[in-house]
């Protein structure tokens, strides 16, 4: 296993979780870790990104300001923390790895699931109302 998410669970809307990915193998050689979410019967979306090295971050419109990412190169492990979920915030959550050429490229294809070749298994975040 090269990706491995967890931290999912059932929260309250207005709570907090706190999702974790560890990076092993080839999936820890890369430039930046993705989160992704799917929600039944929708596409797979981009949450949030972060480069191993240099911690930059992009965000979806929805999540910024109430999602943050973070990573501990020393653990090869990436955090997505959520904050002030919502029901639509429902979903299975993916982390996942990609290689881009520089921070340009990384800048410009964040958000595409295409330039992540190394997936996670998902783990179900369950936000009530």
């Known amino acids: 296993v090269q990706l491995q998410a967890f931290g999912g669970g059932l929260v309250q809307a207005g709570g907090s979780l706190r999702l974790s990915c560890a990076a092993s193998g080839r999936a820890a050689v890369t430039y930046a870790m993705g989160w992704f979410r799917q929600a039944p019967g929708k596409e797979r979306e981009f949450v949030g990104a972060?480069?191993?090295?240099?911690?930059?971050?992009r965000y979806a419109d929805d999540a910024r300001g109430r999602f943050t990412t973070s990573r501990d190169n020393t653990k090869s492990m990436g955090y997505l923390e959520m904050n002030s979920l919502k029901p639509e915030d429902t979903g299975v959550y993916y982390c996942?790895?990609?290689?881009?050429?520089?921070?340009?490229?990384?800048?410009?294809?964040?958000?595409?699931?295409?330039?992540?070749?190394?997936w996670g298994q998902g783990t179900q975040v369950t936000v009530s109302s």
């Open positions: 996942a790895t990609g290689l881009f050429d520089n921070d340009f490229d990384y800048s410009r294809d964040y958000s595409r699931t295409r330039r992540y070749g190394y």
């Open positions: 972060i480069t191993w090295r240099s911690g930059s971050r």
